[in-house]
């Protein structure tokens, strides 16, 4: 399995690897040090939003459609496959 470092980092908290379809991923986890407890609860959230204007979700909220020839839409933009992702298929 080849590894594609992208930044340095620290020794992961835990490594995680799974195999789904004959394919394997890896995911590592990492103490970010945050402290939790400076953190709103689900009801504080929940609270907040509450009191936001029906015009203030929509502006903080997008809806994704995933589908099956375009990998997935998100409000007006499109997420396509890459080139070597669209090669790939083609070849199956």
């Known amino acids: 399995m080849t590894l594609k ?3 340095s980092f620290k020794e992961p908290t835990s490594i995680r690897i799974k195999k789904r379809n004959g394919k ?4 590592f986890c990492y ?3 945050l402290d939790e407890s400076d953190l ?3 009801k504080d959230h929940l609270k907040y939003l509450k009191k936001a204007s029906r015009k203030d979700l929509e ?3 997008i809806g994704i459609d995933l589908g099956v020839k375009i990998p997935a839409y998100a409000g007006d ?3 396509d496959f890459s080139k070597e ?3 790939l ?3 199956k």
Not at 24 to 27: E, G, N
Request: hydrophobic share 30%; glycine share 4%.
């Open 5 to 7: 470092i992208h930044r």
């Open 24 to 27: 394997y991923s890896v995911s």
């Open 31 to 33: 103490e970010d040090g």
């Open 40 to 42: 709103l609860s689900q």
């Open 59 to 61: 502006d903080q909220t």
């Open 77 to 79: 933009n499109i997420f």
């Open 85 to 87: 992702q669209i090669v």
């Open 89 to 91: 298929c083609n070849l």
